[in-house]
């Protein structure tokens, strides 16, 4: 059986006695929300903190507000449960609620939440083990050793950002905000995101993530579709994201398709989206989409199923994901 390490838990209830905590507590601290990424790292001694600090008590995290005429902001500790059934989100933001239903099972999703979603470690068949295992091969770039089984001859981790709702959050351009000890910032959640499978966050270890701010609807659609094996459990081995505008005449005005699942940080594929601006969402349109996104992506053999075939994936659920927003 795993077992956790030792560590300090805290509880604070408000958002100052958190960001006081973490700074106090300096890289030996670390926040948790539901815990279903951070307990099972910790038991697989991945991630050691020595103060845990919840951030489920937090009042102003746990709330859902705004609509879709001026946009939402959903706090960081809302639940993935709380996210698919939402009448607002479901009502304005469907994508969300699509994204967040594929995530794991019933149960996770009732202890899961949208931040920890969104900062989830990357992840990598030679690192999602147990302690032992990682020893036995000496351990790998990410903790504890200094090799890449992936990529031998590199010296960049490639452990995969694996969250289906990080690509949606890219591709309809929510905004995260941050509270520390030094303030407040708002970051485009598609900056948020480093192509670097150890240092995949580009924010500081003691910034609390406090909500997530989804733009007004102005006539924008997005879809999300999802590969892996399981489809009641699995990460996704490749997400793909697909936001559209279209003009009164059905012109695209505007697109965006981000692959996740496939590379250390989500990926916008940008010749994806300059094939549908400007054009018709027609069929030959998607076909050049899905095609530019099929040249881009370039997933590798550290995650379930053939990286070729992933690959070839790419094109599919790009398809399918534009011919959903087609036809809706
Ligand atoms: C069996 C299994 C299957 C899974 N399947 C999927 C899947 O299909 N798709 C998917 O996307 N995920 C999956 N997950 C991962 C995970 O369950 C979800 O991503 C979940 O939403 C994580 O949220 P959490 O609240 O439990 O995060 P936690 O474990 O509490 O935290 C995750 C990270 O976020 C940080 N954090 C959390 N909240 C904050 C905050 N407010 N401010 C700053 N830092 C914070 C923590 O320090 C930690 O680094 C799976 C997990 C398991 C165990
Ligand atoms: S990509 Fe390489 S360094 Fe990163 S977790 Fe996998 S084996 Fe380790």
Redesign the pocket.
Known sequence: MMRLPKFEYRVPREIAEAVKIIGDAGPQG???????????NMKRRQ?TPQTVIS?MRLAE?NQITGDGKSGIRIG??VT?TDICENEIINRHYPVVAQAAR????PI?RN???????L???TRCNYYDQNYEWRKGINFCLKKDGDVCWVAPGSAKCWAVQ????VPVMVAIGAKLR?VSTLGERVIDAADLYNDDGIDYLLKRPD????DIQLPALNGWRASYQKL?RRGA????VLGVAAYVHLKQAGEVDDAKIVLGGIAPSPLEVKEAGAALIGNPLDDDHIQAAAEAAYVKARPLDNTDFVMNWRKQMARQYTLRALRELATT
Do not use: H
């Not at 202890?111 to 979603?117: A, V």
């Not at 910034?207 to 406090?210: D, H, P, S, W």
């Open positions: 670390q926040f948790v929300a539901g815990g279903t990424d951070l307990y099972p991630q951030v995290l960081a500790s993935l594929t995530i794991s099972t996770l202890m899961g939440t949208i931040g920890g979603n900062l989830l470690d694996s969250s289906d709702l941050f910034e609390l993530l406090v892996r459990f699995d990460f996704p």
